[in-house]
T-cell receptor, first 113, second 111 residues
């Protein structure tokens, strides 16, 4: 069975641009979680989507947004990129709302220059 | 609000030596505590959870509510234990949709 897949693996953007990151959950999982892993800051919770709805978000500005599609895949959009947005973005999926049973993807390395 | 603190960024031990990765938390309610591990070039994965009271790959962790700690221990370190370790907390019951992670400790086992 395929695990959580994220694309692209690496993404380089210029400050002020927009970045779109994608995540495909494990089959049967309806919840998708996004985390930011910035250098020195550890893993920080960004967003939780379930059944197509945003259920919760972490302490991030509104320029971090996303959506979940009917097939439960998800996009994370980061607008007006800033240098400090450079980080590894991890996606995880689980059965509905069971974050503690989540499986993680390999991540997308976003570099803002 | 909940918080997880891992005081050591890097911990180096010799092979065969005991290992203790420290984790302290703050949370007003009743938490569930977890340890996650990320081996080089691999995905972040769950290592163990306190409610299971299990030993995985020789690692154990005991929840000490008095000291609000959940330290990860192994009596004899192996080279393959070298990895990044994250302690995480989730509110028990309603709202358990979110994990709060510590900043992680990099364990390096010296041959």
């Amino acid at each position: 069975e395929a695990g959580v897949t994220q694309s692209p693996t690496h993404l380089i953007k210029t400050r002020g641009q927009q970045a779109t990151l994608r995540c495909s959950p494990i089959s049967g999982h309806t919840s998708v979680y996004w985390y930011q892993q910035a250098l020195g800051l550890g893993l920080q919770f960004l967003l939780w989507y379930d059944e197509g709805e945003e259920r919760n978000r972490g302490n991030f500005p509104p320029r971090f947004s996303g959506r979940q599609f009917p097939n439960y895949s998800s996009e994370l959009n980061v607008n007006a990129l800033e240098l400090e947005d450079s980080a590894l973005y991890l996606c995880a999926s689980s059965l509905t709302g069971v974050a503690t049973e989540a499986f993680f993807g390999q991540g997308t390395r976003l570099t803002v220059v | 609000a909940q918080r997880v603190t891992q005081p050591e960024k890097l911990l180096s031990v010799f092979k065969g030596a005991p290992v203790e990765l420290k984790c302290n938390y703050s949370y007003s309610g009743s938490p569930e505590l977890f340890w996650y591990v990320q081996y080089s070039r691999q995905r972040l994965q769950l290592l163990l959870r306190h409610i299971s009271r299990e030993s995985i790959k020789g690692f154990t962790a005991d929840l000490n509510k008095g000291e609000t700690s959940f330290h990860l221990k192994k009596p004899f370190a192996q080279e393959e234990d070298s990895a990044m370790y994250y302690c995480a907390l989730s509110p028990r019951g309603a709202g358990s949709y979110q994990l709060t992670f510590g900043k992680g400790t990099k364990l390096s086992v010296i041959p």
